[in-house]
């Protein structure tokens, strides 16, 4: 008989896998691959029909199974269901009911955004980390305290910007997003900044500049100059800057950060309607 392991020797291996790199559990239980796989193959039941799809369905079901939605049918629905929303709560239900996106089945929840919708400023990162994906709010982790002090520092917090990611979803183990993860959900951040309508938008680092901008630059090229997202038949003007996550492991280049951080307050305040 197994003897259950002792805590010291759980929480050695548990240390093990985090440093490896393992940050997600998918199962309750432990599987042996190895074994399984040497197994002869389950052979279907006869009768009746239902017993049939039992033994069809995997021995060892995943939490939850990927949705098979083709890339551009899931897109094209995206799409439709974006559309569809006319406010932003709206926006947030039909993308909660979306599985055409397979990082929702690894993900915690939907990461829709936070700040205020009427503030004037959106900024848009990439994906949401492990600290977004447990809270369901964006850049509320390191990068996100860093991100607060580069609004600070220019006399703004989240009452002035609404923010969201170009991707709603935590890929696993913070992996960047596939061009066609990030394809499928494109309608809905477009959405999204066409319901908040804001008067300046801020591209936080390289995947959400070139995916919002529809560039290849680079951001290291694109950074601190003005360029225009069109969303909805109207140009907004766009500021792509580096993402805080790159400066907490780069801190020489704040000073690029900071008079990119500069022009947006002055267009920001020079952009608000008079009273
Ligand atoms: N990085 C991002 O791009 N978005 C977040 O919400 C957090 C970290």
Redesign the pocket.
């Known amino acids: 008989m197994q003897r259950p392991m002792d805590k010291a020797a759980a929480e050695a291996i548990l240390r093990w896998q985090v440093d490896a790199g393992v940050d997600l559990a998918i199962d309750d239980a432990p599987h042996d691959r190895f074994a399984e796989s040497k197994e002869p193959p389950r052979r279907p039941a006869a009768s009746p029909p239902d017993r049939q799809a039992q033994a069809q369905a995997p021995a060892h079901p995943a939490r939850r199974v990927a949705s098979p939605t083709p890339p551009k049918d899931a897109t094209e629905s995206a799409r439709l269901l974006a559309a569809s929303a006319p406010t932003l709560e709206e926006l947030r239900a039909v993308m909660e009911s979306f599985e055409g996106c397979s990082l929702k089945a690894t993900a915690t929840q939907l ?1 829709f955004a936070d700040g205020n919708p009427r503030g004037g400023l959106m900024l848009v ?5 492990a600290d ?1 994906d447990r809270q369901g709010k ?2 509320v ?1 390191r ?2 305290r860093l991100l607060d002090k580069m609004l600070a520092a220019i006399g703004l917090d989240r009452s002035h910007a609404y923010i969201a ?1 170009v991707v709603p979803w935590r890929p696993p183990g913070n992996r960047t997003p596939t061009l066609q993860e990030t394809a499928i959900c494109l309608p809905f951040i477009h959405r999204q900044i066409e319901l908040a309508a804001p008067r300046i938008l801020v591209t ?2 390289n995947p ?1 500049t070139q995916t919002l901008l529809n560039t290849k630059v680079g951001i290291m090229k694109m950074r601190g100059r003005w360029a225009s997202c069109m969303i909805g038949g109207r140009a907004i003007p766009t500021m792509p800057t580096l ?1 805080p ?1 790159y400066l907490l492991r780069t801190p020489t280049q704040k000073k690029l950060a900071w008079r990119d951080l500069q022009a947006i307050g002055k267009a920001f305040r020079e952009s608000a309607p008079t009273s």
């Open positions: 990461v990162g990439e994906a949401p980390g977004e964006p850049f982790g990068a996100g990611n936080l680092g959400s993402h996550a």
